[in-house]
């Protein structure tokens, strides 16, 4: 745990802002803003998908902000989406770059022939952040899926 006797104006702006980039994150999901999703990642991100948290091999890598595209509107599968974004850490920062981690419940619903059912994934994030022309961005989001499980819903 990090200790924080003083905090100046700057570094307490830009840790509420990044606050605000994982939020917006799961907000855009939610909302099926897939530009705006978009729009939170540096032109030349990296984003790397692992299903199973214990496995080293990735499941996706992606390059570049606009491969993240049907990355996103494959959330367009489903009914309904709750991101539930948890505790977040900031490890390192400075003045335009940062390093730090995040928690997810994500709950996605389907209906298929009339039966509604719910998946929770627990997610973590491994996130790089820059800054850049006064915004934080991802530079690089590692997505973990720690465990799933799914559900008949009423």
């Known amino acids: 745990m990090s200790k924080h006797a003083t905090v100046s104006p700057a570094e307490a702006a830009d840790r509420l802002a990044i606050r605000e980039l994982t939020e917006a994150y ?24 692992y299903m199973n948290a214990k496995d080293p ?8 902000r606009e491969a993240l595209a049907p990355v996103f509107a494959a959330l367009n599968q489903y009914d309904a989406t709750t991101y ?8 390192t920062l400075t003045n335009d770059r940062g390093t730090g981690e995040a928690y997810c419940l994500a709950h996605h619903v389907t209906v ?10 627990s997610l973590r994030y491994q996130d790089t952040f820059v800054k850049q022309d006064g ?11 720690d ?3 799914e559900r008949a819903l009423s």
């Open 26 to 49: 799961a907000h855009c999901a939610d909302r099926r803003d897939a530009k705006g999703q978009m729009a939170l990642f540096t032109e030349d991100t990296r984003f790397v998908v």
């Open 57 to 64: 091999k990735p499941t996706q890598e992606l390059h570049s």
């Open 84 to 91: 539930f974004v948890g505790q977040s850490t900031i490890f």
């Open 112 to 121: 298929k022939n009339g039966n509604r059912r719910l998946m929770v994934a």
């Open 135 to 145: 915004a934080w961005l991802f530079s690089e989001r590692l997505l973990y899926v």
């Open 147 to 149: 465990w799933m499980d």
